[in-house]
């Protein structure tokens, strides 16, 4: 595992093994060839329905190094300055939109209106208000646009669904949610402002957050108190050099949050309570609960949040009078979770299916986010507005 599934080794779950119709080529596209690029071409480069045709990248020469790189040959790929340039030129049936977090808007509304279908990196976009925009070019465009939240895939995450779904905790009015990292602050794009948009809250948060509103169907957001920090980032001490920037030069240039908390109200009365975190002095803010009124289940949390379970759930409940514990083991498979995330979407592309992961539930996800920015800003809770699509 040399790129992406090296990066994103702790994603490794089972996917079952389908037939693909080699036939019908899929004509795709890259938008951004930076690091999580390299974990879209190596699941590309696994099929043998898919054509890499095409590639734009704003620095001259960054992707032909990519390609020579990741086992692509140039020969067989166009070069493009930027993204515009490469939809006019090219007849495209996907693009992956691997950029950072503050172009994601443009680009997708861009693919949209050029009757391309998107799979777009998390997060969905910086503000609620973009989202919305890109969701209207989607509409008008009738093509799929689908979100790059690969837990989804996750056996384990589905488990946590049909477990809410069952009706065994019954009436769901709280949850405790959230993760983070000790030490585990990216560098490049992530920790500016005018690149990413977001930090912690929008780079993981978005995952942490999609477990569990997932689990409970993606209930309206209603108000939201937020809260952020950037301690860490910002201090020499916790920073670390990258290849052009040194500690101390990092720490001048991060003005994002490295840390965010919320307390949010979702409609039906249920309270969420969340945390999400880059660095901080502890292991983990706490294992995830989901408390309804027949029952409970704790969800474990992870050392680095990966997008996944940190170990075996519990589910608690009385039976006859008895409190008990149901102990859930972890479900192993063998395959990735970036794979089922790629070929779900190609699989939709193909055959004119949905999304995998909808823009119209994470609406109300990156409208939480959005609302935490917007409240940690302004130091009171807020009503949090969805605009219409």
């Given at each position: 595992?040399?790129?992406?599934?090296?990066?994103?080794g702790?994603?490794?779950?089972?996917?079952?093994?389908k037939?693909?119709?080699?036939?019908?080529k899929?004509?795709?596209?890259?938008?951004?060839?930076?690091?999580?690029a390299e974990?879209?071409?190596?699941?590309?480069?696994?099929?043998p329905?898919?054509?890499?045709?095409?590639?734009?990248?704003?620095?001259?020469?960054?992707?032909?190094?990519?390609c020579?790189?990741?086992?692509?040959?140039?020969?067989?790929?166009?070069?493009?300055?930027?993204?515009?340039?490469?939809?006019?030129?090219?007849?495209?049936?996907?693009?992956?939109?691997?950029?950072?977090?503050?172009?994601?808007?443009?680009?997708?509304?861009?693919?949209?209106?050029?009757?391309?279908?998107?799979?777009?990196?998390?997060?969905?976009?910086?503000?609620?208000?973009?989202?919305?925009?890109?969701?209207?070019?989607?509409?008008?465009?009738?093509?799929?646009?689908?979100?790059?939240?690969?837990?989804?895939?996750?056996p384990?995450?589905?488990?946590?669904?049909?477990?809410?779904?069952?009706?065994?905790?019954?009436?769901?009015y709280?949850?405790?949610?959230?993760?983070?990292?000790?030490?585990?602050?990216?560098?490049?794009?992530?920790?500016?402002?005018?690149?990413?948009?977001l930090?912690?809250?929008?780079?993981i948060?978005?995952?942490?957050?999609?477990?569990?509103?997932?689990?409970?169907?993606?209930?309206?957001?209603?108000?939201?108190?937020?809260?952020?920090?950037?301690?860490f980032?910002?201090?020499?001490?916790?920073?670390?050099?990258?290849?052009?920037?040194?500690a101390?030069?990092?720490?001048?240039?991060?003005d994002?949050d490295?840390?965010?908390?919320?307390?949010?109200?979702?409609?039906?009365?249920?309270?969420?309570?969340?945390?999400?975190?880059?660095?901080?002095?502890?292991?983990?803010?706490?294992?995830?609960?989901?408390?309804?009124?027949?029952?409970?289940?704790?969800?474990?949390?992870t050392?680095?949040?990966?997008?996944?379970?940190?170990?075996?759930?519990?589910?608690?409940?009385?039976?006859?009078?008895?409190?008990t514990?149901?102990?859930?083991p972890i479900?192993?498979?063998k395959?990735?979770?970036?794979?089922?995330k790629?070929?779900?979407?190609?699989?939709?592309?193909?055959t004119?299916?949905?999304?995998?992961?909808?823009?119209?539930?994470?609406?109300?996800?990156?409208?939480?986010?959005d609302?935490?920015?917007?409240?940690?800003?302004?130091?009171?809770?807020?009503?949090?507005v969805?605009?219409?699509v």
């Amino acid at each position: 595992m040399k790129n992406g599934d090296k990066v994103l080794g702790q994603t490794m779950q089972a996917i079952e093994e389908k037939a693909v119709d080699a036939e019908k080529k899929v004509r795709v596209g890259l938008i951004g060839t930076g690091w999580i690029a390299e974990a879209h071409v190596e699941q590309y480069r696994r099929f043998p329905d898919v054509e890499i045709v095409a590639m734009a990248d704003l620095i001259p020469g960054k992707a032909e190094k990519f390609c020579k790189t990741h086992g692509v040959d140039p020969a067989s790929v166009h070069f493009y300055p930027d993204h515009l340039s490469m939809l006019q030129n090219e007849q495209l049936d996907a693009v992956s939109i691997c950029t950072y977090n503050m172009t994601h808007a443009e680009c997708a509304i861009a693919a949209l209106n050029a009757g391309v279908n998107v799979l777009l990196e998390k997060p969905f976009t910086v503000t609620v208000e973009e989202a919305a925009e890109v969701m209207r070019a989607e509409k008008a465009s009738g093509n799929i646009l689908s979100i790059g939240f690969q837990p989804r895939m996750d056996p384990n995450m589905q488990q946590i669904k049909k477990i809410v779904e069952s009706g065994a905790l019954g009436e769901i009015y709280y949850i405790q949610t959230g993760g983070g990292r000790r030490r585990g602050i990216p560098n490049s794009t992530f920790i500016e402002k005018k690149t990413a948009g977001l930090g912690a809250l929008g780079d993981i948060g978005c995952y942490s957050l999609d477990m569990v509103l997932n689990a409970i169907g993606y209930p309206r957001p209603l108000t939201v108190t937020g809260y952020t920090s950037n301690f860490f980032g910002t201090n020499p001490l916790y920073s670390r050099p990258d290849q052009t920037h040194s500690a101390e030069e990092n720490a001048a240039r991060f003005d994002v949050d490295d840390f965010a908390a919320a307390f949010i109200r979702l409609e039906g009365g249920i309270i969420l309570d969340f945390r999400i975190s880059w660095a901080m002095h502890l292991d983990t803010p706490g294992d995830t609960v989901i408390l309804g009124k027949k029952g409970a289940l704790r969800i474990p949390s992870t050392e680095c949040w990966n997008g996944t379970v940190g170990g075996e759930m519990t589910l608690y409940t009385d039976v006859a009078g008895l409190q008990t514990e149901t102990r859930i083991p972890i479900l192993e498979s063998k395959k990735s979770l970036f794979e089922m995330k790629v070929r779900s979407f190609l699989d939709a592309v193909k055959t004119g299916g949905s999304a995998p992961v909808p823009s119209s539930q994470i609406l109300y996800n990156q409208a939480i986010i959005d609302g935490i920015a917007k409240s940690a800003a302004e130091g009171r809770e807020i009503e949090i507005v969805i605009p219409e699509v």
